[in-house]
């Protein structure tokens, strides 16, 4: 069972370029969501989307966009990556109709440096 | 809006030991609550989850957590520390209606041998 999986695993940017973080889920879920994790700060939402077609902003939105490109993948993107972007960047999938009550899944991880 | 504590940075207990990490949380009414646990490099796996009903909740690994609305509370415990059990560990808080989890800054586990 692969789960969620992300890609890449590491990266190395220069400031200023742009790039795309990859995830993708196998579970047949309906929300997927983007968290960026910084020491001492736990896990802060980035994006999420609630349904195929649907995207909403989370706690720390800004410099990022997202794509909901069918059930199964949700995509980050940094058009201009700053230095404040390094991060480990997650994403997280689960199975929902109404409320909160269903654990999230997450992937490994994409661990972004940002030169 | 609700929030999640975690008081303990960093804990450091002796292999064979007990472990109790602490979590308080800030909600107005019973939220859906949660332990994740990260090793090193890895994602984040869910050990156990509370919802409703009995307070004592048991996740995967031997953990346990107890949900005490008194105090708004939600401390995981393990009986006896395994070496494997090093590791960071999350608490997170969701709510009805509320599409997303909030997290805690992390405890970090170390285990002596």
């Known amino acids: 069972n692969a789960g969620v999986t992300q890609t890449p695993k590491f990266q190395v940017l220069k400031t200023g370029q742009s790039m795309t973080l990859q995830c993708a889920q196998d579970?047949?879920?309906?929300?997927m969501y983007w968290y960026r994790q910084d020491p001492g700060m736990g896990l802060r939402l980035i994006y999420y989307?609630?349904?195929?077609?649907?995207?909403d902003k989370g706690e720390v939105p800004n410099g990022y966009n997202v794509s909901r490109l069918n059930k199964r993948e949700f995509s980050l993107r940094l058009e201009s990556a700053a230095p404040s972007q390094t991060s480990v960047y997650f994403c997280?999938?689960?199975?929902?109709?109404?409320?909160?009550?269903?654990?999230?899944?997450f992937g490994d991880g994409t661990r972004l440096s940002i030169l | 809006a609700q929030s999640v504590t975690q008081p303990d940075i960093h804990i450091t207990v002796s292999e064979g030991a007990s472990l109790e990490l602490r979590c308080n949380y800030s909600y107005g009414a019973t939220p859906y609550l949660f332990w994740y646990v990260q090793s090193p490099g890895q994602g984040l796996q869910l050990l156990l989850k509370y919802f409703s009903g009995d307070t004592l909740v048991q996740g995967i690994k031997g953990f346990e957590a107890e949900f005490k609305r008194s105090q708004s509370s939600f401390n995981l415990r393990k009986p006896s520390v395994h070496w494997s059990d090093a590791a960071e560990y999350f608490c997170a808080v969701g709510a009805p209606g509320r599409r997303a989890l909030t997290f805690g800054s992390g405890t970090r586990l170390q285990v002596q041998p």
């Open positions: 989307s609630a349904s195929e077609g649907t995207t």
């Open positions: 579970m047949n879920h309906n929300s």
């Open positions: 997280a999938s689960r199975t929902t109709g109404e409320g909160s009550n269903q654990p999230q899944h």
